[in-house]
């Protein structure tokens, strides 16, 4: 099973504005590539362009070769989330997905076996009016697997998600990719990027920043810190930043720990044994993963809090 969405100098302009800029990227099977960028960079755009629902000013982008526009019968070639709330609330959750089954010629069983998939068959016979955002979220994947596709996206799936939903969705993520499918998932949440993703596409103001791992990217970050812990925390924090050091409490469990910035590990080492002070721990950290995308997007915010650009 597979299908690779290809983008070549994707651009999208809406009068003078452009939201997205000769974007060109791949998004391989087997693995979950995450799409980051800050508000406005043109995510959804992109996405919008890839599944044919919006036509591109120049470029193209393709899935498993071609349009995905010229795909028939869509839904068995690719599944999408785009926006959960875009459902008649009238509908109950099986008559929506009945009816995206029939115009999608899949076989009927479809329906109940992706609702038992997205936990929703107790509330299969329930209006989607009354639904939560969350159980949205989770008709809306189970409308995105409902052709059983190699290829699937989802734009902020989690969004109203309890902290149970998140983990299902992580693990749901994880399981697809290991099957052989293209995941592309496009979330401003780090943490769940961090813990759910392998690639990342990242794009600013509608250019491409980065198409590299996730472990990569965040290596890119140049705050690099050294977590000590000792029962001697004064005397090290005197010791350390006499020698050039910016030494802080670190935010871990426990008061005997401090966050080194300045020095590397080696440094450290070598004064603490100088001036006898024992050791629990050295352990050098790489910046997170929202520490690097903070500091490698920031020329490419539109909007910044309190300063109007």
């Known amino acids: 099973m597979g299908g690779v969405i290809e983008v070549n100098g ?40 890839i599944l044919g629902l919006d036509a591109p000013t120049g470029g193209t982008a393709t899935v498993g070769g071609v349009p995905f526009r010229d795909h028939p ?5 690719a599944g999408a989330l785009l ?11 099986r008559a929506h997905l009945a009816a995206l089954s029939r115009s999608n010629r899949l076989p009927a069983r479809r329906v109940d076996e992706v609702l038992a998939e997205v936990g929703l068959t107790e509330a299969a016979r329930r209006r989607v009016g009354g639904f939560s955002l969350g159980m949205k979220q989770r008709l809306g994947i189970a409308a995105a697997l409902l052709g059983d596709p190699p290829v699937l996206m989802f734009d902020e799936p989690i969004n109203g998600m309890d902290p149970e939903g998140v983990l299902w969705v992580r693990h749901l993520f994880r399981r ?30 509608g250019r491409l920043i980065a198409a590299e791992s996730v472990r990569s990217f ?52 070598t004064l603490a ?25 920031a020329d490419t915010v539109e909007y910044l809090a309190g300063q109007p650009r």
Request: charged share 25%.
């Open 73 to 77: 019968r869509g839904l068995r070639h």
């Open 273 to 297: 044994l100088d001036h006898r002070i024992v050791l629990h721990e050295l352990t050098t950290r790489s910046a997170s993963l929202e520490e690097a995308f903070m500091e490698i997007t």
């Open 83 to 93: 926006d959960a709330q875009q459902v008649h609330g009238g509908l109950t959750a």
């Open 176 to 205: 697809l990719a290991a099957q052989g499918r293209t995941v592309f998932l496009s979330s401003h949440l780090m943490s769940e990027m961090e813990n759910t993703a392998d690639q990342l596409v990242v794009i600013g103001r």
């Open 10 to 49: 994707l651009t999208k302009r809406y009068g003078r504005k452009t939201a997205v800029d000769d974007l060109c990227f791949t998004v391989r099977p087997g693995q979950v590539t995450g799409f980051l960028g800050p508000n406005g960079a043109g995510k959804t755009t992109t996405l919008r362009m």
């Open 218 to 269: 965040a290596a890119r970050g140049s705050r690099l810190r050294v977590v000590v812990r000792t029962p001697r925390t004064a005397e090290l924090t005197e010791v350390l930043t006499r020698a050039g050091g910016r030494v802080e409490p670190d935010d871990g469990p426990g008061t005997d720990r401090l966050a080194v910035t300045g020095l590397p590990a080696e440094r450290i080492g």
